[in-house]
């Protein structure tokens, strides 16, 4: 059996449309999701939408729709969103999905069995927005939500608790044993901070909302949207492929990315409530930055969004895909821009890339009639650059399986520009001129072709749609020049 890899992002909310910040997490999500099946392993990725709760039913109100009418028109969007960036998941959750609720109710049933359900009053600051209670210290003066900005609500209400207090020693353990389940570290020292600090009780359950997944013991209630939508990644293994439970095979997920907003519920409340329902722990949690556009994190509710469908309408997914996890470090904030997006296309995609590609294609072409002399496994590398390219495989996938995905790509990025290097140095034109040196021209010619090759495998899940026809040119037996592969495209006026 192939080792298995399941990778997850968060299921988006469905009162508003997909905006960068999303397809952020999707592209990451799909460059892990296709390394692993390039290392031959059998891969499930899972993306989706949140679609209960509160903020869903008052947008919905607001427009004087159904929320299921709502839920259903956004989430076409983030299904269609996905395809578009080039992300290859294995399947797209729905909450509403009545499989899903069905799990809910089940695993939550068990929690309470299990004893960490009891009844009680919860009174505190909740924002609507967030659907969550804020604790004191985290109220930014005023009352407001340090992150919508809007007027807290003081709520008072009777509720079915979930008894996350009783974990806290096993949480610790957790923590203590497992240094990697939180990265980066930042993000790992943040969360045991807030465990140690004492973890109080939560609500699973709310009484006035009808939008969710109803409680099987008391009518009156459903579940509180986070534990609902936290079930989903494990909810969809068992109904992903019809007539057929994939839990046994990928549970537990190897890697959860989320942003830093939604740590809290990913680093506590659920582990705490897997272990309540005796479940397997995922093994990592991966906490990356925020997109910032102007110094503030993109967000629907800022209206401060950069449409991804645009962007890719003009320069195509990869192009996309290959700026977010280029110039943002994986896992910091980092500000994203128009020009800044045009520069890197420009600079790197069209020309350290793609014109080391057309200019390769065009020489074995010209030079050697599109046919190079080749061993068993094609071109050798000339030794010169063999230094520089050894260990390099191993070395991009140490760092993806640390989900440095900003760093793995700088690595290969390194060898595009020694190949560029190789070029000048070599000036395979003067070679070409001199018939007793056909010897050293076939070798430079083959070493580009191999050293290119190399290169486009490892960039082939950053740059999917521009790889495969890169390799399909390079792997044919007689080479003939491509279209570029990044095209000038008009700057934009902004
Ligand atoms: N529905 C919850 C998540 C439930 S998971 C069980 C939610 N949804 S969301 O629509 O607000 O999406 C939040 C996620 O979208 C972030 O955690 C991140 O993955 C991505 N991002 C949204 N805006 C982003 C930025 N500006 N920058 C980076 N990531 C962004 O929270």
């Known amino acids: 059996m192939p080792k298995t890899f399941y990778v997850t992002t968060p299921i988006y909310y469905v009162n508003a449309a997909p905006h960068l910040g999303h397809a952020y997490t999707t592209i990451a999500a799909d460059v892990m999701a296709r390394h692993h099946r390039q290392r031959g392993e059998a891969v499930f990725f899972l993306t989706g939408t949140d679609e209960h709760g509160e903020p869903v039913a008052d947008a919905a109100h607001a427009l004087g729709i159904e929320p299921q009418a709502l839920a259903d028109r956004n989430a076409e969007r983030f299904r269609a969103l996905a395809p578009r960036l080039g992300a290859s998941n294995d399947f797209f959750i729905r909450t509403t999905d009545p499989q899903h609720m069905a799990v809910v109710q089940e695993v939550l049933s068990r929690v309470r069995e299990n004893g960490f359900v009891y009844k009680g009053v919860y009174e505190g600051w909740y924002c609507p927005r967030c659907a969550d209670f804020k604790a004191e210290s985290e109220i930014d003066e005023g009352r407001l939500c340090p992150i919508h900005h809007i007027d807290l ?23 203590g044993e497992r240094p990697e389940f939180v990265a980066p570290r930042t993000r790992y020292n943040e969360s045991l901070s807030f465990i140690r600090g004492g973890l109080r009780d939560v609500p699973l359950t709310r009484r006035r909302l009808t939008w969710g997944v109803p409680v099987p013991w008391d009518s009156e209630h459903v579940f509180y949207v986070w534990f609902d939508a ?16 994939l839990t046994e095979r990928f549970w537990p997920a190897d890697c959860h990315l989320i942003a830093k907003e939604i740590l809290r519920f990913h680093t506590v409340y659920w582990p705490a409530l897997l272990m309540a329902a005796d479940i397997a722990l995922p093994g990592k949690v991966f906490v990356h930055g925020y997109l910032l556009m102007e110094g503030e994190k993109m967000s629907k509710s800022l209206g401060n969004v950069i449409d991804p469908f645009d962007v890719i309408e003009r320069y195509g997914a990869d192009a996309l895909r290959f700026y977010l996890l280029r110039d943002v470090s994986f896992g910091q904030d980092g500000s994203v821009s128009t020009a800044a997006f045009e520069a890197r296309y420009e600079s790197e995609l069209a020309n350290d890339y793609g014109n080391l590609a057309s200019r390769v294609l065009a020489m074995v072409a010209r030079y050697r009639e599109g046919v190079l002399p080749r061993g068993p496994d094609g071109p050798a590398l000339d030794p010169l650059l063999a230094e520089d390219f050894d260990g390099l495989g191993e070395r991009v996938a140490e760092l993806i399986d640390r989900v440095e995905l900003t760093v793995a790509l700088d690595e290969i990025w390194q060898r595009v520009r020694r190949l560029n290097r190789y070029v000048e140095e070599q000036a395979p034109w003067v070679l070409v001129k001199d018939p007793a040196r056909a010897g050293d021209l076939d070798r430079v010619l083959g070493s580009l072709v191999a050293g290119l090759r190399v290169v486009t495998v490892l960039l082939q899940p950053y740059l999917p749609a521009s790889t495969e026809r890169l390799l399909q040119a390079l792997d044919a037996p007689v080479v003939v020049p491509i279209e570029p592969l990044f095209p000038r495209v008009e700057a934009s006026s902004t």
């Open 153 to 175: 609500v003081r709520e008072e209400e009777e509720n079915w608790f979930f008894a996350l207090s009783r974990l806290q020693g096993r949480l610790e353990a957790l923590y």
């Open 230 to 245: 936290l079930l989903n990644y494990y909810s969809a293994l068992s109904f992903a492929r019809p007539g057929e439970d």
